[in-house]
């Protein structure tokens, strides 16, 4: 039997967390994720979807706010893990957390290491106009996401993807192929491989900054934006009639039209569209700020937006 230490606190690591779970040939014997933190309008504690799920599993739950400290450490020695898995979890384990278990610790990534290494690796992957991504089984050592190799599955980026879509469809695909790595990772049929020297790229922690939206962009850069940071931190722009507030996009399409970049160049019931340096985009769904998300439609019959404004 198996004994895995977890640490995780994104929802991208909860299927691993049950796949581990309800696994005949491991037993989880604690799971560590980040300490409770205000979310929403009212910033109100909330606990991490890693914990919500350790709790539906009935699995013991630690919360420390620097896993590094060394009373935190030799807690976590005294546990004695063969084996630490980590995914979403959001703090840099020190060396001396590595060499704890006799196995070292697996790290599920989301991307084909070396390429995304870093926060954000499926935004970039659809910024940066990828045609596939996947998921890497890590060992992990003092870097960051440069620990050998020892299992990839992929899968492409279709053109309806968002973050999210990619998001979960990752987070399945890394559950599956972690338990079927680590039994092969344990007996050592499963030999890590050092990253290659070549290709590998940084994909850096985004900013709520970066989903304003730049109109002199073509259609196609701006599509991805949309796609890339949806849900989270969304898109948006501002509207010549109340610069102080943000419009959220949340779906837009391309569209066959030219005009200046930001201008509306038809606003109807199929949508608001909207010219880019190259071609144009309508946009689906909108969100006022403190509103809810709706269809374009529904948006404009409240709203003084016309053909010939300037989305700034």
């Known amino acids: 039997m198996i004994r895995i230490l977890f640490l995780g606190t994104g929802p991208l690591a909860c299927p691993a967390l049950k796949s581990l779970s309800g696994w005949s040939d491991c037993t989880v014997i604690e799971v560590i994720t980040q300490p409770d933190r205000p979310a929403g309008r009212q910033l109100r504690s909330k606990p991490s979807a890693v914990k919500e799920t350790a709790s539906q599993l009935n699995l013991p739950v630690l919360q420390p706010e620097r ?10 020695r005294n546990l004695q893990p063969d084996l630490c898995v980590v995914a979403s979890y959001g703090q840099i384990l020190p060396p001396e957390l590595l060499a704890v278990p006799q196995f070292g610790c697996l790290n599920i990534h989301a991307s084909l290491l070396p390429r995304h290494r870093g926060a954000a690796p499926i935004q970039w992957a659809i910024l940066d106009c990828d045609t596939e991504s996947g998921v890497t089984i890590m060992r992990m050592d003092a870097g960051l996401d ?10 492409p980026i279709l053109p309806a993807d968002n973050s999210q879509t990619l998001h979960d469809r990752l987070a399945l695909m890394g559950a599956q192929l972690l338990v079927e790595t680590i039994p092969g990772y344990i007996n050592g049929s499963l030999i890590p491989l050092p990253q290659p020297t070549v290709g590998a790229t940084y994909a850096r922690k985004i900013r709520k900054e970066d989903g304003r939206i730049d109109w002199t962009q073509n259609s196609q850069q701006i599509l991805r934006r949309i796609r890339a940071f949806t849900p989270w931190p969304g898109t948006y722009t501002t509207s010549p009639h109340d610069l102080n507030s943000r419009l959220k996009i949340w779906d837009a399409e391309w569209v066959l039209a030219h005009g200046r970049p930001g201008e509306i160049l038809t606003a109807d019931a199929a949508g608001l569209v909207v010219a880019c340096s190259e071609g144009a985009l309508r946009l689906t769904s909108l969100q006022r700020e403190g509103g809810r998300q709706i269809a374009s439609g529904d948006f404009l019959r409240g709203s003084p937006l016309k053909p010939g404004d300037i989305l700034g």
């Open 146 to 155: 440069t620990g050998d190799i020892v299992a990839t599955v992929r899968t």
């Open 67 to 76: 896993i590094r400290d060394s009373a935190e450490i030799e807690r976590i």
